[in-house]
């Protein structure tokens, strides 16, 4: 072998010291994490380090690295390799990459990465304290002002909202890139590498490595990629190998299910056993709370507060087709027994509306949840013939009752409505005018209020004998318990 020169013995196994190195770094990485953060242990062992061309990337079951690129990154600072692991595998805890259907890319990725970043360093873990931080930490408070809570659903919407330009946008992704989102947005399969070097960052890095392997410069960089591969795999053993085989398989529900569970898990750790670390994990708990609440159907919330009654129409339930059919033949043109022609059904008649108009309910809002109940009640399967709903507008007291009878008032309720009040919020006054008007014999069978409230107000001791629902649009402040006797429904204002 002439001076200079290396063979392919020698390239592969200068590319296998470097895997084993990679691994050693992430194996250390690892471990440093599971010390300081033992409510993540199950999370931080789910990925299988695979080694892929490119950067550091994940499809919820793999952790897929480039050798080079952490070694790099850990010469520049061993802190990065902990912080770059933590990073991703949070991005999994928190499904930044199974929701990205309706995003726009350079949004949501930007947006995933301010999230995790800043829950990162609200976890100040000295082994992930890295050069940036500084500059990250100035950036996100200069965000909070603008963005209520810092989740990725919300930082989307205030990038989307504000006029970035590309630089500035750019400027942002460099400050919190850590890893490649790229095989969010397609399906990654391990076994194709010709579908997924063209989207490397490192890849010139990889060339040039090839290079040394053959005096041919054309297309020997590929086929010494190919010959490489089952080198790398086996480097991991069984475990990675038999994840591998599996890959093919329509996992993703079920990976998104492993996930759902860990994260539900870790809240429940964070709210039980990690109660006394402070704020150190808010962002972390911020972040977890939206993923695993579970989102509620208004609709089907309201047709609870239905009662039975009587409707005039055919009991289809109740008829029976053969004594009818047989008395037609019978004696012709004659049925021997008439179908019902009423029904009990499921229907709202009397119900009240009760809005909280105090100062700091937002008048936007009330306007799209009183459009929203109402689009619900005006189905012809939810009006009974005639109706009572009563609309009450209350802060400290009662300002406005507006009793609506049919969908006709309603229209007309909706098209000239004002909001008055604006004063403090007490929940007592609407309960004490229902009872009255209950006195009044105003209702027939009351069995339902809702109020529309930011919950900040003063709740009735007393139960009444009807349902009452108190409904709460999703923000950062943190309301009040209800009284045990109230149902809770918490909404975000995409579902109003």
Known sequence: ????????????????????LALDVLELSKNTLLVNLRFMDVALNQLVPTAQPGSLSTDGEHLFYDARFVLKRYMAEKELPVRDYLHT????????????????????????DIAVENIINELDIKSAAVQKQ???IKEIENMKGKVSQLTADKIYKYLTAESMTPEELARLADLFLSDDHEGWYEEFVPESDEENSPDSQEKPDEQDSSDNQDKVEDNQPQQQQQQEEPQEQNQFQM?????????????????????????????????????G??????????????????????????????????????????????????????????????????????????????????????????QKFVEKTYSILKQSESFFNKINLHIIQCDAEIQQDVKITSQEEFDDYIKNMKLFGFGGT???????????????????????????????????????????????????????????????????????
Request: charged share 35%; proline share 5%; aromatic share 12%.
């Open 89 to 112: 595998v949070l991005h999994c805890v928190l499904h930044h990459n199974f929701e990205v259907d309706s995003m726009e890319a350079k949004y949501w990725n930007l947006a995933c």
């Open 1 to 20: 072998m002439a001076d200079g020169v290396i063979n392919d013995n020698n390239v592969i196994d200068v590319s296998d010291r470097l895997d084993k």
């Open 134 to 136: 500084p500059a990250q």
């Open 277 to 366: 670390k402070g704020d150190a994990r808010g962002g972390l708990m911020q972040n977890l709370r939206p993923l695993n609440k579970k989102r509620y159907d208004y609709t089907t919330f309201l047709r609870k507060f239905s009662v039975l009654g009587e409707e005039l129409k055919v009991n289809d339930d109740e008829f029976d087709y053969i004594f009818y059919t047989y008395g037609l033949k019978l004696y012709e043109k004659m049925p021997l027994i008439e179908p019902l022609e009423y029904k009990e059904d499921k229907r709202i008649r009397d119900f009240v509306i009760a809005i909280d108009t105090s100062g700091s309910v937002k008048g936007d809002m009330v």
């Open 426 to 496: 007490d929940f007592r006054p609407v309960f004490e005018y229902v009872e009255k008007l209950r006195e009044e014999k105003e209702f027939t069978d009351l069995r339902g209020l809702i109020y529309f409230t930011d919950g900040d107000g003063t709740f009735p001791k007393k139960m009444p004998d009807y349902k009452a629902a108190f409904v709460f649009i999703e923000n950062d402040e943190e309301r009040p318990p209800v009284p045990p006797w109230a149902i809770q429904l918490v909404l975000e204002a995409d579902d109003i």
């Open 239 to 275: 475990p990675q190998q038999s994840v591998l085989e599996t890959v093919e398989a329509p996992r993703q529900q079920e990976i998104e299910e492993i996930w759902k569970d860990i994260s539900e898990r870790m809240q429940v750790d964070l709210e039980t056993l990690s109660k």
